[in-house]
């Protein structure tokens, strides 16, 4: 079993870099001979080329409640390479532990719901599945082709396996994602660089315009300064923060073990667990322009952009942070600049009631199989389509077997196997529980 | 003449880019050749197989003063490429104008420098040639030469044509040059990349450190923020002030025509060619880290890193702004962040008193043959080696053909190609006036 997940995990599958396209494509088709197997009857690349959503429909079972999967086959990009102790693409296991780009994120997690399929035999529910290969990329695909066809979703519920235990031996339900706002903020100063010997002294520098309005964008202190962009952040409420409290989670290990910085930052007056889920972030991913190859260049950079991104918490919305970039943007360079957003992909942030008995089932899932059931908690990162999924109104079940330090989208991503194994057990017995005709869990 | 030309400008001699090291090897192979058809007695590498310095002796011709020829046959990268009207490394002329990398900035002076003498059939002169390959690098290998071995600079006078005209029809000479401290400052805040969704909130950021850090070396105003620069910084004398506002420099022209930028930026309270002469700068030339591909990634980058760079103007020195620098930075970045400056190359300022003959006889030729003499002024760029090549007491003569719209450093660098005839006949009859047996001219 570990030998076609590793080959799975092989295929480069990097959806925002157009030179790895075919190999999205051949994760996709990866995907597809994997349903097959499973005695799909409707097997179909749907959208896209480049990156298509596999749609799967699962054998007819009568009277039974439907359950929609969602997951995906692409990846983020693996750089920095260097960093890597065993290339990203050569999936390798050290300690128990399979390292891979992917293999947390989301491949292993979506190999895992499919397993527990084959394990449970031919279980008792209506399957569907949507398996995407633009997450890391904004899921724009997916977005329109659920406009189109909003009768995809239809389902008793929805499935995502793209989270982690909230601790070692604590499985999670999530019950709040944070949206997402990716933008290229670009300013040009002059018509073509210039050389600094020449004009040092007396010509704009397209750096040091960016660099000084990125450095206002976020005060020292953690604060975003974009106007208007807390008024619409709703605090948790007095019990969920109680809540946080009471989870395995210890700030001097998060530090130590996790970020592996010497202090961290962020808005003062927050618990850590409130940055990392309920409020706003702003972030530089890069900065391009100029000169940055090895060597000198005494050159004055006419233009630069920086990639950023803001991580957006309930009940904000991606239009009107766009909105508020953008004019901050515009407020913040001086007028001899040429300041401009461009928007790359986004999502709204998503909240998820966690009422529906789907939820308790899935709770004795894993308090059989692991022990404990499951802890509702909030998540930093974002799944664009998650609001989108359950727009029909079927609950959309955030779970995940990752673990906290999987290290997603940075070097070294890896996935415990003993996560793994028994995240088939845990999801064989959810759809057991789930077909076993149990009323509750038909809408 | 002209295909002759082409075909040196056609050697991409990157110094700068290790990938051009043959290319490097293959221009001086060029000159080497040059100064054998000009009937040198000797010619010789030294120093370095990568980049050598080409040294040359001239015929002997007793009793006639020495006259040692500085120039350089490597150039700056050419990127941005997108931004050549033709390609760098293809010569191509336009409306009298010889585009290419490095036309005017130097081997395009070279080449006048030596067909002058051709021209002039054997000049009356003992004619020594230094013509290294690093310039563009801070002139290492060149240094280290000279140290070692300081006698190749005996000579009665220094000749180096790596400047422009003041304005069209106004040749120049040049009284001082500014220095160069070129530098990458590095900051790092956690041991490797992390993902902003997981993190985002609670861990610091590498690009948002250095962006803090780089806005706080230079003030909005144009003033540099590294306590102790500007100590040094001797102002112009107010004769030499009130000279350079006779000069034809219309602060309108330089920012439509050269700039081409919506403002001129800098030190307030200081002309345009004060800031461009007189005063040190700090620039930004590119930042490297994070995600700057195609495409997005929403990672937190744990390190980043800042080429940059200032110009030294007298009585400036190198190592001490140098040390200047590095105390800035480490005072800036906060306690968490660990940032560090790595020094890459750099030049102290020269200053040149051209009181010595051969500057009026430099004077006569242009006279003659452009119908203007020479008028002092001061460059803002550098020519790392000046200091060095004046050490022996020798006059360095800094004069040159460019004119001030040949886009130096940048895309599409050009030269005049009535400039290079013009200047063939200035430098064919500066060698017959220095040769007639002018005994001042003689140390």
Redesign the interface.
């Known amino acids: 079993m570990l030998r076609e997940l590793v080959e799975f995990l092989r295929i480069p599958s990097v959806?925002?870099?157009?030179a790895h396209d075919a190999d999205c494509r051949r994760a996709a088709e990866w995907v597809a001979a994997e349903l097959r197997r499973l005695g799909c009857r409707e097997v179909a690349f749907l959208a896209s080329d480049v990156h298509p959503v596999v749609w799967g429909v699962g054998p007819d079972v009568p009277g039974a409640p439907t359950l929609l999967i969602y997951g995906h086959y692409d990846v983020?990009?693996p750089?920095?390479l260097g960093?890597w102790v065993t290339p990203p693409f050569e999936p390798t296991v050290r300690d128990g532990k399979l390292f891979a780009r992917g293999s947390a994120d989301d491949k292993g997690q979506v190999f895992c719901l499919l397993r527990a399929i084959a394990a449970a035999g031919r279980p008792p529910v209506n399957l569907r599945f949507l398996i995407e290969g633009e997450e890391?990329?904004?899921s724009r695909v997916l977005f329109d082709l659920l406009r189109r066809e909003p009768e995809r979703t239809r389902a008793d519920a929805v499935l995502i396996a793209d989270m982690a235990y909230v601790a070692p031996r604590w499985p999670a339900v999530y019950t709040a994602l944070?949206g997402?706002c990716?933008a290229e903020i670009s300013v040009r100063?002059?018509?073509?660089?210039?050389?600094?010997?020449?004009?040092?002294?007396?010509?704009?520098?397209a750096?040091?315009e960016l660099?000084?309005l990125?450095?206002r964008l976020?005060r020292?202190d953690?604060k975003i300064n974009i106007p208007g962009l807390y008024a619409a952040v709703k605090r948790p409420s007095r019990a969920e923060l109680a809540a946080w409290r009471k989870l395995p989670f210890r700030e001097a290990d998060?530090l130590k073990q996790?970020?592996?910085?010497?202090?961290?930052?962020?808005?003062k007056g927050h618990s850590?667990l409130e940055?990392?889920w309920a409020?706003p972030?702003f972030?530089?991913?890069?900065?391009?322009?100029?000169?940055?190859?090895?060597?000198?260049?005494?050159?004055?950079?006419a233009a630069a952009t920086?990639?950023v991104?803001l991580?957006l918490v309930p009940n904000q919305k991606l239009k009107t942070v766009e909105r508020q970039l953008a004019a901050a943007v515009k407020r913040l360079a001086?007028?001899?600049?040429s300041a401009s957003v461009k928007f790359?992909?986004g999502a709204d942030p998503a909240q998820v009631r966690i009422t529906h008995p789907a939820f308790r089932l899935l709770d004795q899932a894993f308090r059989e199989v692991v022990g404990r059931g499951t802890v509702p908690v909030r998540?930093?990162?974002?799944i664009p389509v998650v609001p989108a999924l359950g727009r029909s109104g079927a609950p959309v079940i955030l779970t995940g077997i990752g673990l906290?330090d999987d290290?997603?989208?940075?070097?070294?991503e890896k996935l415990d196997l003993k996560q793994l194994w028994d995240g088939i057990n845990v999801f064989r017995r959810f759809y057991e529980l789930l077909g076993r005709g149990n009323a509750d869990a038909r809408s």
């Open positions: 959806s925002t870099l157009p983020q990009p750089d920095p960093e890391e990329y904004g944070r997402l990716y100063t002059a018509q073509s660089d210039l050389h600094s010997g020449e004009f040092g002294g007396a010509a704009p520098n750096h040091e660099v000084r990125l450095g976020k020292p953690g998060f996790r970020v592996r910085a010497k202090r961290l930052t962020g808005l850590v940055r990392l409020l972030t972030e530089i991913h890069g900065i391009m322009g100029g000169f940055t190859s090895d060597g000198a260049k005494t050159v004055i950079p920086a990639k991104s991580r001086p007028k001899y600049v790359m992909h998540a930093g990162g974002s906290p290290r997603l989208h940075a070097p070294n």
